[in-house]
């Protein structure tokens, strides 16, 4: 054992470049594992709260049955439970108004006639929810007097950013300055206006108490939230009432859809710290074959062998581990920081600290020390079992595909096979298990395949530089070891092929999402009820207001949507257990509908199944009710109603957009009279003509909804903008964390291409002896690194097609609108980039290459 130590340091400091080299990639890798996987957690935290506040939603709301105020004390208990994530205590209270509040003529009352004041921690509560605000800011804690109110009750109360708005209170009139303005409101309730909580607590008279506690969860598995239900039922007590989300609810599909997404980033993120750490201490140990056979040689036993190269990793994936997560931890907070201030700008979310687990400190530990002693011990192993006289031999400098199309070869294409066959299931759940094979499979098969491939990039290296003979060199280098290049450009894959899958993604979600909204909210202008989507709780207008609308100078066409509910019984199927789906039933007419807004088509012609709507019982459903009942297009469905049971045929499966995510049928508003006896109009869109005269056509339908103020008129392309806004925002904060996932494949390939200069120091040498320049030697490493991006940009393209349609056949099985959209401009960043990183990445290594004294080179060893 001391001989071993002995040997191993000898060896470690003798050659301390290759050395730092080694444990900087240990460090790297399981800095990306340890990073990647504390801001996954954090950002899934955040990304929760932003969907849950989209929904207007959160985990559980807590408030005394008798429904009066209680002290803080409750909320100190429920923020202390094991399971919740955060947890905030709020003061809520309408504030009913005057009919005549805003504009102060009793003929015309206001659209507004109660509000809701909400005193609110601002630390606390964009913990549990996301505010978003467009002008102005969110409150702060500092704050005095201060509210930050919605664009739609600014423009009721005909006040703007900077201005004043009073409110009655119980201990009179109010002055509140409005320092933020929120979207224009379209979720479920009335309008609301933010104040701080003592602001609150003052104007309402309730010093230090508070009436509402909203809590999220750390979890979206059914089991663990009841039991966390459980608990705070017990902690509380029975004075206090929960209403939970349901367990079933759609919101929750969706919390857990991200949250796949997002676990399959973090498998990413290990493959790729795992990758740099085996290839780089795998070319080592392989490189060192012919100092074993020297030992060998001299006595050494293969155990003294194996201890050697066991210490040796041991030694450095201690300190590489050790350093790695130490600044993974600080990466993370970096990264999380550089991506609060833009969540809390476009989403006000708040992004909290990095999540640091137990199984994450042992899964870093695990990859760090393990790779590195398993990734030296397998070539060591190798070289052990041979004669030191074939290890003091010099390599072979071709290796046939025949040889390397072994056993490991057709596994890997066996892994691929699999990999193929999961994209039939379309289950998003198998995601990360049909990439993981598929990377696994290219690896297996990549050594089989890089000479063929660099010979290829080799003639068109020898292209660029002609003169210098320099890309025969540069093949020759890669194709002595294709297993080192396969690995060395894996790394380069995975992170290609994550921005390859995002392109794809968020283009398919672009196209799919925002078409259909465009499509179906395009209208000049909406009319839109207090809950959109969630249409049950809306009072609607008698079909009087849209005979009126279309009376009106300058409109051209109006639709309108009339809203039932209805049951749909499901037969159990392998991934659900059956039973009833509530579903929503719009009402339309086809012939009005179609000039204002339209449904996007999956299955079925539209023509067609707007025409066949208008004869007998058919209808339109979208794809989450088709996803939940498995009915297709010409299937009979149920529907229990509160007339009975009806049957319809579906003749077309469609999408819009404010019902893409909720169970939704589409029938003739003859169909709703006849069967649900529904006659009320929920949501109205119009167009108006070419030539009207915009401006007087919308004070003229302002003057009409005035007897109607249960809706609120929005122009259209205001409504597309926001939504828009919000998807970029979205965006940009994932094309972030992937960004930062590419970078590992520049270090892995400058730790490669460095450790191949040291290696080859003496057919440097040579190459300078027989009268080669500094700058062929230059060109020979830029051509080497050059082949070895371009081998992992094609294998990159390649997985990153595959993922992303694996991502979008997944999310589509789900009944969500998405269409597979082939990335260009993202397939020609990534091969920018891929080749970019190639540039650069030889840099260092071929400066030092060039710069070696030709004499020291001969003599090295």
């Known amino acids: 054992m001391n001989l071993q130590l002995t040997l191993a340091w000898r060896y470690l400091n003798g050659r301390r470049l290759r050395t730092f080299l080694t444990t900087l990639a240990i460090i790297f890798g399981v800095l990306v594992i340890f990073g990647m996987n504390t801001i996954m957690p954090a950002f899934s935290q955040a990304f929760s709260a932003n969907l849950l506040a989209a929904a207007g939603q959160v985990d559980v709301t807590i408030t005394h049955r008798t429904s009066e105020a209680f002290a803080p004390e409750a909320l100190e208990k429920v923020a202390a439970l094991d399971g919740i994530r955060a947890a905030a205590g709020l003061i809520e209270r309408t504030v009913n108004l005057p009919a005549d509040y805003f504009d102060g003529d009793p003929s015309t009352p206001d659209r507004i006639a109660a509000l809701t004041l909400k005193g609110l921690d601002p630390t606390q509560a964009t913990s549990v929810r996301a505010y978003q605000v467009t002008d102005g800011h969110f409150l702060q804690a500092d704050d005095q007097a201060a509210a930050v109110i919605s664009k739609s009750l600014a423009e009721a109360a005909s006040v703007r950013l900077g201005d004043t708005l009073t409110l009655p209170t119980p201990t009179g009139l109010v002055g509140l300055t409005i320092v933020g303005l929120m979207p224009v409101r379209a979720m479920p309730g009335n309008e609301e206006v933010f104040v701080t909580l003592p602001q609150a607590q003052a104007m309402l008279d309730m010093p230090g108490k508070i009436n509402v506690i909203e809590a999220n969860f750390d979890s979206l598995k059914e089991a663990r939230r009841a039991e966390i239900e459980a608990a705070l039922q017990a902690a509380l007590g029975g004075d206090f009432q929960l209403q939970a989300l349901a367990s079933g609810a759609e919101l929750l599909t969706n919390l857990r859809t991200g949250q796949v997404v997002l676990n399959v980033l973090a498998v990413l993120a290990l493959l790729m710290g795992g990758f740099i750490i085996f290839n780089t201490f795998r070319t080592i140990v392989a490189e060192r074959k012919r100092d074993i056979g020297m030992l060998r040689a001299v006595g050494a036993s293969?155990?003294?062998?194996?201890?050697?190269?066991?210490?040796?990793?041991?030694?450095?994936?201690?300190?590489?581990?050790?350093?790695?997560?130490?600044?993974?931890?600080?990466?993370?907070?970096?990264?999380l920081k550089l991506m609060s201030g833009m969540m809390s700008q476009f989403l006000n979310v708040k992004i909290g600290a990095p999540v640091v687990s137990a199984g994450l400190v042992a899964i870093a530990i695990l990859m760090g020390v393990g790779i590195t002693v398993a990734a030296g011990l397998i070539p060591a192993l190798r070289a052990a079992r041979i004669t030191p006289l074939e290890a003091l031999r010099p390599s072979v400098g071709e290796i046939s595909i025949k040889r390397m199309a072994g056993f490991g070869f057709w596994s890997g294409a066996a892994m691929m096979a699999l990999s193929v066959a999961v994209l039939f299931q379309k289950d998003i759940s198998l995601i990360g298990l049909g990439f993981v094979l598929f990377t696994l499979g290219l690896v297996l098969t990549a050594p089989a395949l890089v000479?063929?491939?660099?010979?290829?990039?080799?003639?068109?290296?020898?292209?660029?530089?002609?003169?210098?003979?320099?890309?025969?060199?540069?093949?020759?280098?890669?194709?002595?070891?294709?297993?080192?290049?396969?690995?060395?450009?894996?790394?380069?894959?995975?992170?290609?092929?994550?921005?390859?899958?995002?392109?794809?993604?968020?283009?398919?979600?672009?196209?799919?999402?925002l078409?259909?909204?465009?499509?179906?909210?395009?209208?000049?202008?909406?009319?839109?009820?207090?809950?959109?989507?969630?249409?049950?709780?809306?009072?609607?207008?008698?079909?009087?207001?849209?005979?009126?609308?279309?009376?009106?100078?300058?409109?051209?066409?109006?639709?309108?949507?009339?809203?039932?509910?209805?049951?749909?019984?499901?037969?159990?199927?392998?991934?659900?257990?059956?039973?009833?789906?509530?579903?929503?039933?719009?009402?339309?007419?086809?012939?009005?509908?179609?000039?204002?807004?339209?449904?996007?088509?999956?299955?079925?012609?539209?023509?067609?199944?707007?025409?066949?709507?208008?004869?007998?019982?058919?209808?339109?459903?979208?794809?989450?009710?088709?996803?939940?009942?498995?009915?297709?297009?010409?299937?009979?469905?149920?529907?229990?109603?509160?007339?009975?049971?009806?049957?319809?045929?579906?003749?077309?499966?469609?999408?819009?957009?404010?019902?893409?995510?909720?169970?939704?049928?589409?029938?003739?508003?003859?169909?709703?009279?006849?069967?649900?006896?529904?006659?009320?109009?929920?949501?109205?869109?119009?167009?108006?003509?070419?030539?009207?005269?915009?401006?007087?056509?919308?004070?003229?339908?302002?003057?009409?909804l005035i007897p109607y103020p249960q809706f609120r008129l929005i122009s259209g392309v205001d409504y597309y903008n926001e939504n828009k806004r919000l998807f970029d925002a979205a965006f940009y904060g994932m094309y972030l964390m992937l960004i930062f996932l590419a970078i590992p494949s520049l270090i892995a390939m400058l730790n490669t291409l460095a450790i191949g200069v040291i290696e080859r120091t003496r057919e440097i040498g040579m190459l300078r002896a027989v009268g080669a320049t500094r700058k062929q030697v230059r060109t020979i490493i830029l051509a080497e690194a050059l082949i070895l991006a371009s081998l992992g940009t094609a294998f990159g393209l390649l997985s990153g097609l595959y993922l992303a349609y694996l991502a979008v056949q997944g999310l589509a099985a789900f009944g969500y609108p998405l269409v597979y959209t082939v990335p260009f401009s993202g397939t020609i960043l990534a091969i920018a980039i891929g080749l970019l990183f190639g540039a650069l990445a030889a840099v260092i290594p071929a400066r030092q290459a060039a710069r070696m004294n030709v004499v020291e080179a001969l003599r090295y060893e």
């Open 515 to 704: 078409s259909i909204l465009k499509k179906s909210l395009g209208s000049d202008y909406l009319l839109v009820p207090p809950s959109v989507a969630v249409w049950g709780t809306n009072v609607g207008a008698q079909p009087q207001l849209a005979e009126e609308l279309r009376a009106l100078d300058g409109v051209e066409a109006v639709s309108t949507m009339r809203f039932a509910a209805a049951q749909v019984e499901t037969l159990p199927t392998p991934k659900s257990a059956g039973g009833a789906v509530a579903v929503s039933v719009l009402g339309i007419v086809p012939e009005n509908y179609v000039k204002v807004s339209g449904l996007t088509f999956s299955e079925g012609e539209a023509e067609a199944a707007y025409a066949a709507l208008e004869e007998g019982r058919n209808m339109v459903v979208n794809g989450v009710l088709s996803s939940a009942t498995g009915k297709k297009l010409g299937d009979e469905v149920e529907l229990l109603t509160g007339t009975g049971v009806k049957t319809y045929r579906i003749v077309g499966i469609g999408n819009d957009y404010l019902n893409a995510k909720i169970a939704t049928l589409y029938i003739s508003q003859a169909n709703i009279a006849a069967d649900f006896d529904r006659h009320e109009d929920v949501f109205l869109q119009i167009n108006l003509a070419a030539s009207a005269d915009r401006p007087a056509a919308e004070s003229a339908i302002k003057q009409v």
């Open 451 to 513: 000479n063929p491939i660099a010979a290829i990039f080799a003639r068109l290296m020898a292209l660029l530089f002609a003169r210098a003979g320099t890309g025969q060199l540069a093949e020759g280098n890669i194709s002595r070891q294709p297993g080192r290049a396969a690995v060395t450009a894996s790394a380069t894959m995975i992170g290609l092929a994550i921005l390859v899958m995002a392109g794809a993604l968020m283009g398919s979600v672009s196209v799919g999402f």
């Open 302 to 335: 293969r155990r003294s062998i194996l201890g050697l190269i066991l210490i040796e990793g041991l030694v450095q994936g201690v300190i590489g581990t050790a350093a790695g997560i130490f600044f993974g931890y600080f990466l993370g907070a970096f990264v």
